[in-house]
């Protein structure tokens, strides 16, 4: 399977994905002094950014074990129930991003406790003016190869603020993504995706990584994917593969 773009484009993308392990880390040290200023009267956590910002959300909220209900927020509109005691996580990796600054603004006015993840911009600019806690990440990344800056400062916070228990989840995680092997598997399901339209099925909670990997092939590979879950696949997407020649 071929990765979109130039030989040199190709490099860099093969590059970031290879050093994923050590953004994993970068970003556990980045987020490491920050956390709720509030959290034993936190009710609720929202995520708000669209796109590629927004998935950091839909896996957080797959990961996590914890009571605390948590909501992604893809537009400008934030949920009605965010107030003081909600948690709202504003990512926008540019800073640049419309909605995701309307939200911020919503989510201020509404006296939540915001923590903003973005390598500047407008949305930078705003956190110092607002003084907003903001956790800066490296710029001059291909956003969708960001993941790892955007998500993994959350969990550093939420840990911070013991609304949860990473133990060592992160250097553990780091580590295998490090290892050859994983890389290797890597190399050999590109290689059986050649010239193919990969359809990824998950389970509910797994959901978000099905769209990581549809997000992925569809921006990184210039390929069509598509995902679905189960069970509600089983009602009617699994119907299709009865013709499946259309």
Request: hydrophobic share 35%.
């Amino acid at each position: 399977m071929s990765l979109g773009g130039n030989n040199m484009e190709q490099d860099s993308i093969l590059k970031h994905l290879e050093q994923f392990h050590s953004q994993c880390i970068h970003a556990a040290k980045l987020a490491s002094e920050y956390y709720a200023k509030d959290p034993e009267n936190i009710d609720n956590i929202v995520v708000t950014g669209v796109g590629n910002s927004a998935l950091p959300g839909d896996l957080l909220k797959s990961y996590l074990n914890i009571k605390k209900a948590v909501y992604v927020n893809r537009g400008y509109r934030i949920p009605e129930f965010v107030g003081p005691r909600s948690l709202v996580f504003v990512i926008s990796y540019s800073g640049e991003t419309e909605e995701t600054i309307d939200a911020y603004r919503s989510s201020l006015s509404r006296k939540a406790q915001v923590i903003c993840i973005t390598s500047g911009g407008k949305l930078g600019q705003l956190c110092r003016i607002n003084n907003t806690e903001q956790i800066l990440i490296p710029k001059g990344i291909p956003q969708r190869l960001a993941l790892g800056y955007m998500f993994i400062p959350m969990l550093k916070v939420l840990e911070n603020s013991g609304l949860c228990d990473l133990s060592d989840e992160i250097e553990k995680t780091a580590k295998t993504l490090k290892s050859p092997m994983f890389k290797n598997k890597a190399l050999e399901l590109a290689d059986r995706l050649l010239k193919k339209i990969p359809l990824i099925y998950t389970s509910s909670k797994f959901k978000s990584i099905g769209l990581r990997w549809k997000y992925m092939l569809n921006e990184t590979a210039k390929t069509l994917a598509f995902t679905g879950e189960f069970p509600d696949m089983n009602y009617n997407e699994i119907n299709g593969f009865s013709q499946p020649q259309g």
